[in-house]
């Protein structure tokens, strides 16, 4: 590109940036406050700022000021309120006015207030919001963001001085608290602000901030932790978790009445709603009949790949809407996303189509319509993206549900019950995962190191941690210096002891871990590049392995031409034809929550009363009726106190449909485990596989008698054992350990170019796995792997429940002639693998109708 | 597996290595040697054991196709610095208890290596390519037939075939043989490989366990 070329492009960009920059006023502020930090008594302090709310038209809500008391009682605790009802105010609140109202902390500017986001895309929203009411009250506070995106330039002006308030994320703290002399410029902060706590949490990363958090307590005595939470069930747990054990955290929930109403898009025949998929677009036409573009339109897909396919299906559909749509997701590059975010706050923008990239906090104006592709397949999370709508405390919410598949129509009714009973689901927060604690101690080690004594202590301050044991807490502290698990490797190089102190042996290795910290797995992304133009995003190498030079693919909502993959880039030029072919992105199917299977199996109750004739009328019910009898006459539909099994034979075999309704990770996990225990009773080869209603199990022999096959699904005798040895186990141990290998820094990362110059130390984390297993077979972090698949992927307590559950109801074993409605997706789950795309939808609308005849 | 490849029948093992038995020649490429000691020193954990096993694993193999010649196809050795005193004796440990004779070809890895080669592997013979007609010994692959009456036998690619059949997908070691090369897989047990896709000028021959496929 020509030099020319690249001042224009960087004029371009700043010409997308929209709003006042932080930065700027930030530095206007510096020179202000040499000459004027006011001096406010603490009254005035609170005049001022309630002055400021009022002339914005608001009156703080309740639920503000009892934060901003409570931070000022020196207290720390939990908000939760929903998305958009002003928790940014309320938790800066309490901080900012003491600020201003500490006479010398004109003098001694020190870091202050850290408040911590999970999304670095909100960063400078927040650190915008929280600028306004300073600029406009002309209190001299600065307030600035360090992200991963921060410029080293600017980064090196944070190392000479920091700001009052410093917007961060989780992973650009850990790398703060890297450099020399943290310790001092920080140990005056007063408040510890986590933004979005419930996505946190129940993360490895949010394990990994619980750490860094517990590092930093240690040497900010003062500061006040407030975690700022949406919905979720256990909010007492999160405020612990967040605070610190040994704290006594203050809950402040708002009680803002919100009341979501969810409508199901129809079809006029229900024909045309597939019984099986995930993309939806079968619904097309009706969705488009309920976008508006006089009005603002959010439309929510599941996944950045079905994101993609609808925002091109919507705009054959209505081309003329090329102007005012846009498309939103967590690959797509920086400055396009933020080019839609303004789009959005500015109005140009009417229709964004969009995923979870756009549920978290990013703060614009509400939208009059949110449709949502899909189930959410979570109560908490449909009530998240409601908040999308009307963003604005106390009006009602107004959502609409497209279904991807008929059991899709059931499930909007079952949220619609979940909603309005109020239940919501947990987060859960990991139980000390070793990968975090390895990474914990190598964050630690950076400059004088750490002692090792001081270490434990503030490891076991975090309540994920506190029940780390003497001899995790040794075979931790001797794998970082010794390499060695059961034995040492005299080779190893990495951390010595020096005085006491663990610490890095060389600068080197300090520089090498730093690129390491942070534990977000992401597959190895390949940047996509228009040829001498623009980054557009990034997409998986898995995907890019599969394209050949000249395939079309649709990218970002544009049509590009593969031409090449060099340094990790993949070179494209826009393309005039269409392609059919959307990038795919990994990522799996969202399993059912456990709340939400409940009041599942409620409606497919209901749905069998209906048929019967009991009065159980709701516009979903009614719609299904044509297949709720279907599936009566050939097969049953349960009670809610009844599990339907059906058996057929076909010319493939044997079939064996269960329905569980909990999600497919633990159908999934029940299916091979019932498919290990039945083989093991006889010879056979059995196929597992699962959705979110159940699972098949399809043989060549005869799978077994009934009171096996109940034995097989219900037995509680050796069961983990029987889970390790089921089939896909192992399979599932390495994909764990991937993230494992990553978080514990096992595999050299880097930059990719610096990746290409350290060939002879990459090692992939599939291998790494089989080497550890092979040699070190009981190696902690392996045993962690186990642990990962049995808590985050079999939820094995939920397995149990489920277990338990059957062998307390009833099973219904119901040999059906044919394919039942029920049946039906979980056939086409196992052949679609065997098919491309196009070849399976015509396949199963082909199906679909012999069914149905 | 026994091919036939210039009117010479060779043997495919899937120990993953070659046997010639005209000759009584097993050909072993890429054993990187010090690899886990090369990771150790960056602070990257490998556990040490592999090497020492691989090691035996060879001895297992010479024994069991009764060879009187091995030859190294390359990349004997991981990295100069990974070649530790221990590195150094197991190996040497193992050319002493091989009675034939053993000839090394260098690879890339081993360029370090070769200007200050152990003493106590002097009777491994070094050479740049080693040529007994037919075939022609080397590490690096060549794009396309130099000789058109020779067969070229290299290592270096570590060549691994995926086999997918929907998401069940397996990466298997193996062999890639086409009319004038054919490439051998890595006989190190902690080295990664690179996917080779199918040309339709070529065979290949995938190791499952102790069992070997032509794919």
């Not at chain 1, 908000?79 to 600020?99: D, H, N």
């Not at chain 2, 690879?107 to 290596?113: F, K, M, Q, R």
């Amino acid at each position: 590109m020509s030099s020319s070329a690249k001042v224009l492009r960087g004029i371009q960009r700043l010409n997308r940036m929209g709003s006042p920059r932080p930065r700027r006023d930030a530095e206007e502020h510096r020179r202000a406050r040499r000459n004027a930090w006011p001096t406010l008594s603490h009254e005035e302090a609170w005049k001022e700022w309630n002055g400021w709310f009022e002339r914005q038209g608001w009156s703080p809500f309740p639920f503000q000021v009892e934060v901003w008391q409570a931070f000022e009682a020196g207290r720390s605790g939990l908000v939760a309120v929903p998305t958009g009802s002003g928790k940014t105010y309320a938790a800066v609140g309490g901080p900012l006015l003491s600020l201003i109202a500490c006479p010398t902390a004109g003098h001694q500017p020190a870091l202050t207030i850290l408040y911590i986001t999970p999304l670095k895309a909100l960063a400078r929203d927040i650190a915008q919001a929280i600028q306004r009411p300073l600029d406009e009250l002309g209190w001299p506070i600065d307030v600035d963001l360090r992200t991963g995106d921060t410029t080293a330039t600017a980064r090196r002006k944070f190392k000479e001085r920091l700001p009052h308030v410093l917007v961060t994320t989780p992973e650009s703290l850990a790398i703060l608290l890297s450099d020399p002399g943290w310790e001092d410029c920080m140990h005056g902060v007063q408040a510890i602000i986590l933004d979005e706590w419930h996505e946190l949490m129940g993360t490895k990363r949010g394990s990994l901030l619980e750490l860094t958090l517990a590092r930093f307590r240690a040497v900010a005595a003062g500061a006040r932790v407030w975690a700022l939470s949406a919905t979720i069930a256990n909010l007492e747990e999160a405020a612990s978790v967040a605070v610190g054990s040994g704290r006594d955290p203050t809950i402040i929930r708002a009680d803002i009445p919100r009341h979501i109403r969810i409508h199901c898009l129809l079809p006029e025949s229900i024909q045309r709603c597939p019984w099986f998929g995930y993309s939806g677009l079968s619904l097309l036409p009706e969705v488009v009949k309920q976008i508006d573009p006089g009005q603002s339109t959010l439309l929510f897909t599941n996944t950045r790949s079905h994101a993609e396919r609808w925002y091109q299906a919507i705009l054959e559909a209505k081309p003329e809407w090329s102007n005012v749509m846009a498309l939103h997701h967590g690959s797509l590059d920086q400055d396009e996303r933020q080019r839609v975010e303004d789009g959005i706050k500015s109005g140009t923008l009417r229709l964004v189509v969009a995923t979870s990239s756009l549920d978290l906090g990013v703060d614009f104006p509400p939208v009059q319509n949110v449709i949502q592709i899909g189930s959410a397949k979570s109560i908490a999370r449909a009530v998240q993206r409601a908040g999308r709508a009307f963003h604005r405390p106390g009006e009602d919410t107004f959502v609409q549900l497209c279904p991807t598949n008929v059991m899709e129509i059931l499930e909007a009714s079952a949220l619609r019950q979940g909603m309005q009973d109020g239940v919501l689901e947990e987060r859960t927060p990991l139980n000390k995962p070793l990968d975090v604690l390895v990474q914990c101690l190598l964050n630690a080690s950076f400059n004088e190191g750490f002692d090792p004594t001081d270490l434990s202590r503030d490891v076991r301050s975090a309540v994920s941690f506190r029940t780390v044991t003497d001899d995790e807490w040794s075979w931790a502290l001797g794998f970082i210096r010794s390499g060695g698990a059961l034995s040492s490797y005299p080779e190893f190089r990495k951390v010595e002891v020096l005085d006491g102190r663990y610490r890095f042996v060389s600068s080197e290795m300090a520089r090498r871990h730093k690129m390491n910290i942070g534990t977000i797995l992401s597959d190895s992304g390949v940047t996509v590049q228009v040829r001498g133009g623009a980054r557009l995003g990034m997409i998986d190498e898995t995907f890019v392995a599969k394209l050949r030079p000249g395939d079309v693919i649709q990218f970002g909502g544009r049509t590009v031409q593969f031409l090449q993959l060099r340094d990790m880039t993949a070179y494209v030029k826009p393309a005039r034809q269409r392609s059919p072919v959307a990038a795919v992105w990994s990522g799996t199917i969202l399993p059912l929550s456990v709340q939400l299977s409940f009041y599942l199996r409620r409606e497919v109750d209901r749905l069998r009363q209906a048929v019967e004739g009991l009065d159980q009328q709701s516009p979903e019910i009614e719609a299904l009726l044509p297949i709720a009898h279907l599936q009566s006459s050939r097969s049953r539909i349960p009670s809610a106190a009844q599990i339907l099994i059906e058996t057929c034979r076909t010319a493939e075999g044997h079939h064996l449909f269960v329905y569980t309704w909990e999600g497919w990770s633990v159908n999934e996990g029940l299916g091979h485990l019932a498919a290990y225990r039945l083989a093991r009773l006889r010879p056979n080869t059995i196929a597992v596989s699962a959705t979110n209603y159940g699972f098949e199990l399809l043989s060549t022999e005869p799978l077994g008698s009934e009171r096996e096959i109940t034995q097989a699904l219900t037995a509680f005798d050796g069961l983990e054992n029987d889970i390790h040895a089921s089939q896909n186990f192992p399979e599932l141990a390495r994909r764990a350990f991937r993230e494992i290998a990553r978080v514990a820094g096992l595999i050299y990362q880097g930059t990719p170019a610096a990746r290409k110059t350290a060939r002879h130390l990459q090692m992939s984390a599939s291998l790494l796995f089989d080497v550890f297993r092979e040699y070190e077979p009981s190696h902690p972090l392996l045993a962690q792997a186990f642990r990962d698949v049995n808590e985050r992927q079999l939820q094995i307590d939920r397995l149990r429940g489920l277990m338990r559950r059957m062998g307390e109801q009833e099973l219904l074993i119901v040999p059906i002639p044919r394919l039942t409605p029920f049946a039906f997706p979980l056939y086409v789950e196992r052949i679609k693998s065997r098919l491309s795309t196009e070849k399976l939808e015509q396949r199963v609308a082909r199906l679909q109708r012999e069914v149905f005849r | 597996m026994r091919i036939r490849i210039r009117n010479e029948w060779v043997a495919l093992l899937p120990e993953r290595a070659l046997f010639w038995p005209t000759h009584s020649l097993l050909v072993v490429a890429d054993c990187h040697l010090g690899k886990a000691e090369t990771f150790q020193q960056q602070g990257l954990w490998l556990p040490s054991q592999s090497g020492p096993q691989d090691l035996k694993r060879l001895a297992a193999l010479v024994f069991k196709v009764d060879a009187q010649h091995v030859l190294f196809l390359g990349d004997l050795v991981h990295s100069s610095s990974g070649v530790t005193t221990a590195v150094v004796m197991e190996f040497s440990q193992w050319l002493s208890e091989f009675s034939g004779s053993v000839q090394v070809v260098l690879g890339n890895h081993d360029a370090g290596l070769a200007r200050r080669w152990p003493q106590e592997w002097a009777k491994a013979e070094r050479c740049e390519q080693v040529r007994i007609e037919p075939f022609l010994f080397r590490h690096q692959p060549v794009d396309g037939p130099l000789e058109a009456d020779t067969f070229y036998w290299v290592g270096h690619v570590h060549p691994m075939i995926q086999l997918a059949q929907g998401p069940d997908r397996v990466r298997l070691p193996g062999f890639v043989i086409n009319d004038w090369q054919g490439v051998l897989p890595a006989f190190s047990s902690v080295s990664g490989g690179y996917d080779v896709s199918l040309r339709p000028d070529e065979r290949r021959f995938g190791i499952a366990g102790d069992r070997i496929y032509e794919l």
